[in-house]
């Protein structure tokens, strides 16, 4: 704490790998389509989230009893003390493996069939929308009795931020009473965080996204809290 202000960050830096579909069970990691070549599934898991920066803080706003500023008598009362407080969260996409609704390779059991990759599949960012979030025209269908070679994790999803604030008030009614009322609001800019887009190759939704971030707390959702201690 220095000058009313106290605060921490972490960065994580990650890249996991994975030839076995989902071990984590976060996202959809289909499993290997041809049982003999578990290399041709190696890949960036449906949980490799590459960057993820956390920052919290809470700021003791210098004004009202005990503060800075305006610090005495019933002014003091009127204008303070208060806290801001938060934490802010940010993430790169997780992934998707694009997969082929057909059987082109005849083969029974096994993992979703892939379609052939002839490019990267992912659009630069102003590019991607909703309604088209890769590049569909980066990929084929087989050949008949052979397997796709589209690779597993390959499309990136898009990104996440959301902001908790808490704005709370002190009242000291006595030297061994406190009220503390505290306002709070998740996803406190109502950002929208969208999930991965369909990667069934040849599908009429293709590149289609239509729901959200998996964990993602939702629409903004507000609330007061009023504690007395004692």
Known sequence: MR????????YTLAHFLTDVGDPNGVGSNPLPQNSFCLSCNYGPAAGDLRHVLVFNHTLE???????????????????????????????????????????VSNSSGGGAQRPNRIGNGNLPANQRTLNHWFDLTAFTQPT??????????????????SADLTLERHFIVRDRVDIDLRGEAFNAFNRPNFGDPNTTFANAQAGVISSEFAGAGGPRVGQIALKVSF
């Open 3 to 10: 000058g009313g202000l106290s605060f921490g960050a972490s």
């Open 61 to 103: 706003l210098p004004f009202g009893r005990g503060r800075h500023f305006l610090n005495h008598g019933w002014v003091s009362y009127l204008v303070g003390p208060w806290d801001f407080a938060g934490i802010w969260t940010i993430h790169s996409g997780d992934r998707s493996t694009v997969t082929d609704a057909t059987n």
């Open 144 to 161: 008949t009795y052979t397997y796709g070679n589209s690779g597993n994790g390959i499309i990136a999803g898009p990104g996440y931020f």
